[in-house]
């Protein structure tokens, strides 16, 4: 189903659209969820240390994809807000060349600094080869990572929210069988847990493609041509840049942070690394409602619907602070289960110990977490798209300075508590430039 989100009413169209959003989220996420639940039982913390240590590496590299194709899913979503077809296909097609040279580029970075990364990042000797294994696979097929964001931005951006659940499901359920029959019956260790990761992204990325492809003229993509316009490419990168290095910058604090991690040795991480798996799926909401948002504000910015915009923000805002409190609640009563589902509890009771420690911390700030989304993707989809790279600024910035300043009194507390003030510095950003009412004028198309 196609969502026209210029008509309707805006809480029920942003939370229809991210419901698929939602769940895609959550598949995604299991391909992580069980890459680690199968190497920490199967093959033990250590390995799982060796996986998790290579998480921010692998953000930065998603974080580069998403904010690229994300960034061309903005103008898309303008140009079909302003029914401008013409333009809307040659920004397609300028999505697809940029896509095409940035896996090939990331590829071959990853690659070559993927082990002086790591060794800068303090990790240590005894989980080192593995975590170079496990992360060299990911940059090697960083292709099927490429094509699975750039044509579930453009499937997204048009109101099509269910073929890339589709594509999720699908792959996910295959990620499951391949990280048994690679780790479990083929003892291959990290490389089969990698192994299962790509084979199922790059079947994910084929499937969004094929239904692209198949329903072009519903979609208004009939007709599209291999040509494209320096224009056209040069509004992809105004758009995405600033989306891509936000995220970058989070994820560069967040390996900091990572390093900071790695010195308390593999029990910590292999805590750490449990535990952020759990709450990356708890922050599923904050992200698909608040992407499903900014589609929303993309579609009335080019249709010129200013006030639909502010009404949809608030409303979702409302929506988002309640489903933040069930949340913490809930991870609060059930933490420890959750991080059994990573941790043997006879033989990992400790890293169990600090896994919980950070959930309890870190859920009760997911409200913060939720505001700066919200504000963000609306700024985004309105255009204003520097204005995510300051955010992004101010939440690094407040990441490394909080974490080595209580690392000392606190020890890896400390390192907990660093988040959520992060996160209230990285939300006063989009506050402050909503209310000054300047991206208004920020249209993209």
Known sequence: MVYDMTKGNPLKLILAFSVPMLIGNIFQQVYNFVDAAVVGKFVGAQALAAVGSTGTIIAVMICLMMGLTGGAGIIIAQ???????????????????????????????????SRKILLLLNTPANVIDDAV??????????????????????????????????????????????????????RL?????????????????????????????????????????????????RAGVPAALESCLISLGTMSVQRLVNSFGSITMAGYTAAIKIDSIAIA????????????????????????????MYQTLVSLIGICVALAVLIVLFR????????????????IDIGAKYLTIVCVA???????????????????????????????????????????????????????????????VPLIRYYSGKWKTKTLV
């Open 285 to 312: 909401p904050i992200c698909s409602i608040g992407s499903a948002l900014s589609v929303f504000a993309g579609q009335n910015m080019g249709a010129g619907n200013i006030d639909r915009i502010k009404k949809g």
């Open 79 to 113: 140009c079909f807000g302003k029914r401008d077809f013409n333009e809307m296909r040659t920004t397609v097609t300028g999505l697809i060349y940029t896509v095409l040279v940035l896996s090939v580029v990331t590829s071959a970075a990853g690659i070559m600094f």
């Open 133 to 186: 294994k496990y992360v060299n696979i990911i940059f090697i097929f960083t292709i099927g990572t490429a094509m699975y964001n750039g044509s579930s931005a453009i499937l997204r951006s048009l109101g099509d929210s269910r073929t890339p659940l589709y594509a999720l499901i699908l792959s996910s359920l295959l990620n499951v069988g391949l990280d048994l029959l690679f780790v479990v019956v083929f």
């Open 189 to 237: 260790g990290v490389a089969g847990a990698a192994y299962a990761t790509v084979i199922s992204q790059i079947i994910s990325s084929i499937y969004c493609i094929v239904h692209i492809i198949r329903y072009r003229e519903q979609l208004n993509l009939e007709g599209i041509s291999f040509k494209t316009t320096r224009r056209a490419i040069k509004r992809i990168f």
């Open 336 to 351: 420890r289960q959750m991080l059994g589902l990573f941790l043997d509890s006879d033989n990992a009771s400790l890293a």
């Open 366 to 428: 997911y409200i913060v977490a939720a505001v700066m989304r919200t504000y963000l993707n609306v700024l985004r989809g309105a255009g204003d798209v520097n204005t995510s790279a300051i955010a992004g600024v101010t939440e690094l910035m407040g990441r490394i300075i909080f974490a080595y300043i209580l690392v000392g009194p606190l020890g890896s507390t400390g390192i907990w508590i660093a988040t959520p003030l992060a996160w209230a510095m990285g939300a006063a």
